[in-house]
């Protein structure tokens, strides 16, 4: 279709869906039970579960992030559009610059004048990078979202001295080379960047530098010492498992870098991609079950290498690549919109997704400190541009709203529910549910995603205090069809419903419909 020129503006609160939420209203037995307790407490929603990652791929950065000349972009380059968009998805962190291209980059290509930085080749994705958008730009980006910087090393072909220098560059506040270049490139004060990756799937064949279990250790282990040498505060994130390319022995590797890094690392990172390549949509969303499965064992591992030593530095898990991808996987073929390669185009099965990965985020909100979408424009990304504006992808929406959950208590729910079973697995519930408490304002948040494609579940609510007022605000996403996309000029048709709610409680709880193929967020006050 042609393009039409489209400004991000703000978002309204409710929006008209094909398929509503009138199921809620209708009188059916209960199926199902959740059951919330207060005192059941997993951890707290740390803010940078609300994550996202910007690569140099594709139109991530350029023609997305940055477009200088661009009637759309500010003074600096930065598109206003974009801008506006990110702090809107609530973003609270941003992973830069890879990916794969780190692997190959060198940060002090992107310092000094712009003019006079050299073009290079991407050796990652075949691309020319000019490196006009560097760590200065990069930094720059983040201040102006309202963002936490992630900045990720050059493990690969890079050493140990770079990555060094980088800290120093962005942090040192004294008069040393390095901090010299970043007020030379007009920065006084330091950028105090705090949390830094060891490098991007180094257990990938695909990766340059690619390194076995023991060589990465001992790099990591260089390369963290040296980088806190320039700066003590900073938290390092080393390379997990990347799960991406085949990688048969991911818990193998991940055991050799937690015994081999204890002490050392605050974090270690999990990459996660999944598809609906058998067009089954309950499969498709039953992927909950691995992703529950590799946090927890994880976690596991964590708790094994840390085991008689006290006073350890506690580690995390960061999630820090995570998203639908299987379409499109390759070719550079350039569409009429100016679509190009990784540029997944989401539909809303799709954005149910990002509620199952975000309620299992949640549950174990005791150890995932850290989550990433991979991407945040264009690449596989929920805000998709071209030169005359943009439109908001389906998976916008639940990210968004799950964002407001951040600093909640995640609490350990009780659910029963109609389940189903997915080969050989063991069964699991068609209701795939998290819990939160923002205790400043006593209301809980109930995450239901109906996994079902034709059933509509009545469940019962309880809260074992007694303390329901029974009313607040639901938060829906529902549509008739599961293959529905958006496009330029045409992205409201898969948006989500916001309206009062007010339940009749029946004791402790009360009894609610949770559609077929749905994605509800209940915000229930409490009586304090």
């Not at 079973?421 to 809980?444: A, F, M, Q």
């Not at 995450?447 to 509509?456: A, C, I, M, T």
């Amino acid at each position: 279709m042609p393009v039409t020129r489209r400004v991000f503006s703000a978002l309204p609160l409710a929006a008209p869906l094909i398929a509503t939420s009138r199921a809620t209203s209708r009188t059916l037995a209960p199926e199902a039970r959740i059951k919330i307790d207060t005192e059941r407490i997993v951890g707290e929603v740390h803010p940078h579960v609300f994550g996202n990652f910007a690569e140099h791929l594709g139109r991530c950065i350029y023609g997305g992030i940055y477009e200088e000349g661009s009637p759309l972009s500010d003074s600096e380059g930065y598109r206003k559009d974009v801008m506006e968009a990110v702090r809107g998805l609530g973003v609270t962190l941003l992973r830069w610059p890879g990916g794969n291209f780190v692997s190959g980059y060198n940060w002090k290509d992107g310092i000094g004048p712009k003019d006079r930085r050299p073009t290079r080749p991407d050796q990652a994705w075949g691309d020319l990078d000019s490196n006009r958008f560097g760590t200065g730009e990069f930094l720059r980006y983040c201040e102006k979202t309202g963002v936490d910087p992630y900045i990720c090393i050059n493990a690969g072909l890079g050493t140990v001295n770079e990555a060094r220098e980088w800290v120093e560059y962005c942090n040192e506040p004294r008069r040393t080379s390095w901090s010299d270049a970043r007020r030379r490139d007009g920065r006084e004060k330091p950028w105090g960047v705090k949390i830094w990756g060891l490098g991007n799937e180094i257990d990938g064949p695909w990766q340059l530098g690619h390194k076995n279990s023991g060589d990465y250790v001992k790099f990591a282990r260089e390369a963290g010492k040296a980088m806190r040498r320039a700066d003590e505060s900073i938290q390092l994130v080393a390379s997990g498992s990347s799960n991406f390319g085949g990688n048969a022995d991911w818990i193998g590797w991940n055991r050799d870098v937690l015994e081999g890094l204890k002490g050392e690392i605050d974090y270690i990172s999990l990459h996660t991609y999944i598809g609906n390549r058998e067009n089954d949509f309950e499969r498709f969303l039953a992927v909950s079950q691995e992703i529950d499965y590799r946090i927890e064992v994880v976690d596991g591992m964590i708790q094994a290498a840390k085991s008689g030593r006290r006073g350890q530095r506690p580690i995390y898990i960061a999630f820090d690549e995570w998203n639908v991808w299987y379409r499109a996987r390759g070719g550079t073929t350039e569409f009429d919109i100016g679509r190009t390669r990784l540029e997944e185009i989401y539909n809303f099965e799709d954005a149910l997704a990002m509620g199952m990965f975000l309620n299992s985020f949640i549950r174990h909100a005791h150890i995932v400190k850290m989550a990433n979408l991979a991407q945040i424009v264009n690449v596989i990304a929920p805000i998709f541009t071209n030169p005359q504006g943009l439109y908001l992808q389906t998976i916008y929406f639940p990210l968004a709203e799950y964002a407001k959950q951040k600093n909640n208590l995640a609490l350990r729910a009780l659910v029963h529910s109609p389940d189903y079973k997915v080969g050989d697995r063991e069964p699991l519930p068609y209701l795939d549910v998290s819990v939160t408490h923002n205790k400043r304002e006593d209301t809980l948040y109930v995450n239901v995603l109906n996994r079902s494609e034709s059933k509509d579940i009545a469940t019962r609510i309880h809260e074992v205090d007694g303390r329901l007022r029974g009313d607040g605000e639901l938060w829906f996403l529902n549509h008739q069809n599961l293959k529905e996309t958006h496009t330029f000029g045409d992205d409201r048709k898969v948006r989500p419903e916001l309206s009062p709610f007010r339940a009749k409680l029946d004791g402790n709880g009360f009894t609610h419909v949770f559609p077929a193929h749905s994605l509800s967020i209940l915000k229930l006050n409490l009586r304090t």
